[in-house]
Structures are given as structure tokens and as C-alpha cells.
């Protein structure tokens, strides 16, 4: 074969060389795009709709901070989920928590469920930080947990980094229904089915770097994040059945002066967050429980409304 004939075949195969690389690295930019699950929070600002438009087709979904603590509110959470809910885009929802005890943590898990935008696909309890005075971490993130599933029957998440979770929340963590664990360093060794392994993802439609976090755990693919049999933001009814002293409003609720529980029969409207003395339990034919208080009226046993 000719040098002439060597050399312009060279010239083809590293045309072609290029273009498949081209084509592959293209295809790889274009398939990580589409994977990426960042969590977003005011201070990537009040996102807008081109934003949000733009993001739909780099993202499989969005992790968004709802709050800070119970006192304090994402500026730009209902303007961001409100826009994810409009592009198509399915989220979940954060509580950064700051709470106390377990009452504590009841109460903060009852003002961002009801803050929260109800088209979240599931609820993560956001727990990097250790503030709690009484009692024990372990108790209050699960009283944190008990709290949200008599609220809601979504997915319920529990997100820390892996040594912090291990010092503080090592067997409460264990109920939720998925742990979501950052570790920038290196891939963690404990459980984890969503794993944050970066705080400098670059994302276009942002112009700037997020966290962003992984699919580890196969058995929790992309659709159970985002769908699946719990996605119905219902909680089923679940009942006292046993005597108690007390008990603690979740949410305002009345006492009756009669087992039938008609408008009629109110008499005593009750706050969230009041202790009602009780002195038993009864069950009707239907199957749910009541409970007769300590002055002889009559309250729900529905572990939606009381603790």
C-alpha cells in the first residue's frame, strides 16, 4: 500500500475517531444530566419558570427545604415547589431540624407537614445537627417520625451525614423508609438507598453547583422515590386501644358530650398541642376507637389527631 493511501486512510480513521467520540461523550453528558437529584433551598434563590422549565429535562427530582426549625420558613419554598408542581417536575420536601425533645420534634413535624406543599412525592426529616436538651436524640427523631406517619402515608426519609447519624439517630433512623446519607469523601458504609456524594454538582438551568446525591440501593430505583403504593398523602386511621393517662392534641379537634360524634354534640373546642386527661378507652361496632376524658366527655382515640 502507498504512503499516500496509509495516510489519508490515518486522516479518515481519526475523523471518525472523533465523531464517535464526540457522539459517546455527548450520549454520557446527556444521560448523567438527566440523573441528577439535587436538593435546592433559598439560597439558590427565587427560582423562576425558565429556570424551572429548563431544569425538567436535567433532573429526575428535586430534594426542596421547607424550613429551618419550626420558626422559620424557606423564602422561596412555596414559589419553588409551586413552579415544580407547574413544570412537571416531582419533588420531595425537607425539615432542617432544630427541635428540642420529643415533644418538640412532634411539633415541628406538624407545622412543616402542614406547610408543606401536599404534591410531594415523600417527607424527609433533614437531622445534621444535635439540639436536643431532654431526653434522649433517638427519641425525638423517632417521636419526629411517629408524628408524620399519623399524618401522611408517604414515604418517610431519613437524610444525615453517615457519622452523625451513627452517633445520634443510630436506631431511630431505622424506621424510616429510606436513608439518604451524605459522605463527600467516600461511599458510605452503612445503609444508605440515596447517597449525597457531592455539594459541587454544577447544574446549567442554575448556572451554579448544588448537592447532589445518587441511587445506591437497586431495590429503590428512580420509581419509588417518585411513585409507588405509598404516594397517596392519606394516613389510614390508627387507633389508641389501650388505656392511657393522657393524651396530646395534634390537631384542633373538639370534645363531645356524647359518644356520636355529630356538630351537634361539641362542646369544647381544643387547640393543638393541649394535654387532655383521659380515664378510658372504648371501641364502637365500627371498629374505631374513643376515649371518655377525666370530666366525663368524649374524644377521638385517632392517632391523626391526638398523641
Do not use: C
Amino acid at each position: 500500500m502507498s504512503s499516500l493511501r496509509k495516510k489519508g486512510r490515518t486522516i479518515i480513521l481519526s475523523i471518525l475517531t472523533v465523531i464517535l467520540s464526540v457522539s459517546i461523550f455527548g450520549a454520557v453528558k446527556a444521560s448523567a444530566a438527566t440523573t441528577v437529584i439535587p436538593d435546592i433551598s433559598e439560597w439558590q434563590g427565587k427560582l423562576t419558570a425558565s429556570k424551572v422549565s429548563n431544569l425538567k429535562s436535567q433532573v429526575s427530582f428535586i430534594i426542596n427545604r421547607r424550613q429551618y426549625g419550626a420558626n422559620y420558613q424557606d423564602k422561596y419554598a412555596t414559589n419553588n415547589t409551586n413552579l415544580y408542581v407547574q413544570y412537571g417536575i416531582p419533588f420531595g420536601e425537607y425539615d432542617y431540624a432544630t427541635f428540642t425533645s420529643a415533644a418538640s420534634a412532634r411539633n415541628e413535624a406538624n407545622v412543616f407537614y402542614q406547610n408543606s406543599n401536599k404534591n410531594a412525592k415523600f417527607y424527609v426529616l433533614d437531622y445534621e445537627e444535635n439540639d436536643v436538651t431532654s431526653g434522649t436524640s433517638n427519641a425525638a427523631v423517632k417521636a419526629w417520625y411517629d408524628q408524620m406517619r399519623s399524618l401522611t402515608g408517604k414515604k418517610l426519609i431519613f437524610y444525615s451525614y453517615q457519622s452523625f447519624a451513627t452517633a445520634h439517630a443510630n436506631t431511630a433512623r431505622k424506621n424510616f423508609d429510606a436513608q439518604w446519607i451524605a459522605n463527600y469523601s467516600s461511599r458510605p458504609t452503612i445503609q444508605t438507598d440515596l447517597w449525597q456524594y457531592t455539594n459541587k454538582k454544577y447544574v446549567p438551568a442554575l448556572k451554579e453547583s448544588v448537592d447532589a446525591s445518587t441511587i445506591l440501593n437497586s431495590s429503590k430505583p428512580i420509581t419509588w422515590w417518585i411513585g409507588g403504593a405509598q404516594s397517596a398523602d392519606t394516613a389510614h386511621p390508627t387507633y389508641f386501644t389501650d388505656a392511657v393517662t393522657s393524651v396530646m392534641t395534634t390537631k384542633k379537634l373538639y370534645l363531645y358530650n356524647s359518644t356520636s360524634f355529630k356538630k351537634a354534640n361539641r362542646v369544647v373546642k381544643v387547640q393543638p398541642g393541649t394535654t387532655v386527661n383521659v380515664t378510658a378507652v372504648h371501641k364502637r361496632a365500627s371498629g374505631s376507637y374513643y376515649f371518655e376524658t377525666a370530666d366525663g366527655r368524649y374524644l377521638t382515640a385517632n392517632k391523626n389527631y391526638v398523641q
